[in-house]
């Protein structure tokens, strides 16, 4: 590709996708102009956690969550939910057994007493 903005995450190594991480958290919290410290203790998490993190180092999934929810960037979770989408051979075949039309219910219609 030309696009020098795109990144090829799948040719990247787990470490240098960590990093990638890590510098992503680190800059949006310089950015917010927060310390280590306030957001560490406002995710309830130690400050070498977050520096671990910001260092691409191995934190738990649960502490990035706590992170992102400090700094505001839960959004990014938005590329995790799932779309169900219906395929047009699927939406066919619903609108084929759609009621087309409504019948009327005749209530006063009278049973035939065979008298058994």
Do not use: C
């Not at 047009?88 to 009278?110: D, F, H, L, S, V």
Request: proline share 1%; glycine share 2%; aromatic share 6%.
């Amino acid at each position: 590709m030309t696009d020098n903005s795109y990144i090829n995450w799948v040719e990247m190594s787990d470490n240098t996708l960590s990093k990638s991480i890590g510098n992503f958290i680190k800059h949006h919290r310089l950015n917010q102009n927060k310390t280590q410290i306030e957001v560490s203790k406002a995710a309830d998490i130690s400050r070498s956690t977050l520096s671990q993190l910001e260092h691409g180092e191995k934190i738990a999934l649960s502490s990035l969550i706590k992170v992102l929810r400090i700094l505001n960037l839960l959004y990014i979770m938005d590329i995790f939910k799932i779309n169900t989408e219906i395929s047009p051979i699927e939406y066919a075949k619903m609108q084929k057994n759609k009621k087309q039309r409504a019948r009327t219910k005749n209530i006063n219609k009278k049973t035939d007493d065979l008298g058994w």
